[in-house]
């Protein structure tokens, strides 16, 4: 049994949601007792994160995003009631900062703390490998910063995030600088892999282009089928000037909490 703030889940056993036995699955062998809207879904895993991974005297990477936000809830619950003592934390966004201080979190920055203990973030996309797509919310280069100093990064999602391949749900972000931006989109479509696959568009804020909390622009790519060569992409990706980072996270994760209407899943990377 799992418990999440007042509420105790039964979980069931589920098959691997996509593909091939890549990873390894923890669950419980019930079924669930009721269904729970998104944001209870949500607030389960990012909870079940803090109380699963997060001890005292951690180093904590706080994610962004509207699941993360419920993992950094749950830290500022938990240090508020004593349950954890010397923590310092790393947020990724202007706005989990904003988060972080109302709830009283200690905060520090990369510049003195280089090695975080664990990382918690959303995702936007999740493949059977557990690479990632992230940065759709527009943090991607603060998230990526974090999130690859971590010794352990777990990942938190519903289970309309998971997917057979990257590329199929949505954007694609990647970082750029706004100096001649016109240009490093072309150059960015014409690139093997996104050249005849993809679409792009610079994401807008209004009538004004998206400015990320860095004062970079970001362009979208919208893929019509999962990207056959995702490594491949985003090496061609690092190798364009005028690109800042990219929205593949890859090989980074140590474990996807996955919540779905029946239960949660804990999917671990071998």
Known sequence: MVTVGASAFILPVRQPLHGPALCTRRASTTTARFAVSQDE?????????VDDYVTSGMVVGLGTGSTAAFAVERLGQKLKAGELKD?????????????????GIPLVTLDTHSVLDV??????????????????????????????????FI???????????LGVTGA??????????EHT????????????????KLRM???KPYVTDNDNYIVDLYYTAPIADVMAVAGALEKVVGVVEHGFFLDMTTAVIVAGKTG???INKK
């Open 172 to 181: 694609m972000p990647v970082e750029i600088t706004p100096f001649c931006h």
């Open 205 to 207: 804020d209004g009538d």
């Open 41 to 49: 879904l949500k607030k389960q895993v990012g909870y079940k994160s």
């Open 87 to 103: 923590i310092v934390a790393i947020p990724t966004s202007i706005r989990t900062k904003e988060q972080a201080e109302g709830l």
């Open 155 to 165: 990942v938190i999602v519903d289970d309309s995030k998971m997917v057979p391949g």
């Open 185 to 200: 989109q072309r150059t960015i479509l014409g690139l093997p892999g996104v050249k005849g696959a993809a679409t792009g």
């Open 264 to 266: 949660i899943d804990v």
């Open 119 to 152: 990382a918690i973030d959303g995702a936007d996309e999740v493949d059977p490998a557990l690479n990632l797509v992230k940065g759709r919310g527009g943090a991607l280069l603060r998230e990526k910063m974090v999130e690859v100093c971590a010794k352990k």
